[in-house]
């Protein structure tokens, strides 16, 4: 069975970085793609990157500049690197995964960036 699980959020303050970490466990296979996407308070959620095998990196533009993804294939592991966060940042991150071309998104349980002084 494919699991997703997210780590690495916290508490920083504004202007700050942290570094989000997924990792994919139960497939022999190096996934097809790899995405975060946030819920912030009050909020629907959002898509915030993904990165496909290639690898192809696709940003949200509320984003794009600030954060950067990158994965290692081999490990089935994807990396979010947050710099310049501000308080509009703040939300539960999750990450998904797809196992093959077509496939459903299999969702990780989230993890809370706060970003406040």
């Known amino acids: 069975q494919v699991q997703v699980v997210e780590s690495g959020g916290g508490l920083v303050l504004p202007g700050g970085s942290l570094r989000l970490s997924c990792s994919v466990s139960?497939?022999?296979?190096?996934?097809?793609?790899m995405s975060w996407y946030r819920q912030g308070p009050g909020k629907e959620r959002e898509w915030v990157a993904s990165v496909l095998s290639g690898p192809v990196k696709k940003y949200a533009d509320s984003v794009n500049g600030r954060f950067t993804v990158s994965r290692d294939p081999r490990r089935n592991t994807a990396y979010l690197q947050m710099n310049s966060l501000r308080p509009e940042d703040t939300a539960v991150y999750y990450c998904n995964t797809v196992v093959r071309r077509g496939g459903s998104p299999i969702w990780g349980q989230g993890t809370q960036v706060t970003v406040s002084s």
């Open positions: 139960g497939t022999p296979f190096s996934v097809e793609s």
